[in-house]
């Protein structure tokens, strides 16, 4: 069995998300232009900061750059609490599944279809 960090994509950290887009609007700045700025992919500098993506030395030149400490901005995540960020995302995966499912049951009540 993998470790809860060897096992990619990582899950979302929607603290680690919040704290990120909390910085960036203070500087006015969006994901899109520090990855300008960083000189890499928005796609990557989204995945580290939604956490989906984890680079301590990317990381830490990122919180260099917003001068905020990296620990801070970057949280280290325990096993554990990788797992339980996990089991969160199937959860709300799971309700959005379902959510869909009565949507189109829905439409297909109101339009007749089969």
Do not use: H
Not at 7 to 15: L, T
Not at 67 to 86: H, K, N, S, W, Y
């Amino acid at each position: 069995m993998k470790s809860a960090r060897g096992c990619r994509p990582f899950p979302i950290d929607k603290e680690r998300q919040c704290r990120c887009q909390t910085v960036l609007s203070q500087l006015n700045m969006t994901v899109t232009e520090l990855a300008q700025i960083m000189g890499w992919q928005k796609s990557y500098v989204s995945g580290l900061v939604s956490g989906r993506e984890l680079s301590v030395a990317n990381e830490a030149r990122i919180a260099n750059f917003l001068g905020v400490p990296a620990d801070f901005l970057f949280p280290q995540r325990t096993p554990q609490e990788i797992a339980a960020l996990r089991e969160q995302e199937a959860r709300e995966k799971e309700l959005a599944q379902a959510k869909k499912a009565q949507r189109l049951e829905m439409i297909k009540a109101v339009t007749g279809v089969a």
